[in-house]
């Protein structure tokens, strides 16, 4: 059964950077779309960046030019650069296969709190 276990999250001041990474244990295809997902409390889980196995990323308009999603397919992590953190930033954030419907997804790790103050 395959696993996520999101680490790297903290609190940070508004400003500052961050390194998330997922560990995927279990097998997963390597042509998976892989994502980067965050939950603001009271709102809605929302996908921030994407990455293809062959490395082409997506993200979300609120973090494009601040956050930068790799992956190491040997190793089958994930990671979340998160550079110039913003108060707004601040929520659970989760990896998961990405381009999907909901029902394709793997099941879904604790994630890793990221706290952005001002």
């Known amino acids: 059964q395959v696993q996520l276990v999101e680490s790297g999250g903290g609190l940070v001041q508004a400003g500052g950077s961050l390194r998330l990474s997922c560990a995927v244990s279990?097998?997963?295809?390597?042509?998976?779309?892989m994502g980067w997902y965050r939950q603001a409390p009271g709102k809605q889980r929302e996908l921030v960046a994407s990455?293809?196995?062959?490395?082409?990323?997506d993200y979300a308009d609120s973090v494009k030019g601040r956050f930068a999603i790799s992956r190491e397919n040997g190793q089958n992590t994930v990671y979340l650069q998160m550079n110039d953190l913003k108060p707004e930033d601040t929520a659970v954030y989760y990896c998961?296969?990405?381009?999907?419907?909901?029902?394709?997804?793997?099941?879904w790790g604790q994630g890793t709190q990221v706290t952005v103050s001002s």
């Open positions: 998961n296969k990405a381009r999907l419907p909901s029902w394709a997804l793997l099941g």
């Open positions: 279990g097998s997963i295809s390597r042509s998976a779309t």
């Open positions: 990455i293809t196995n062959s490395g082409s990323t």
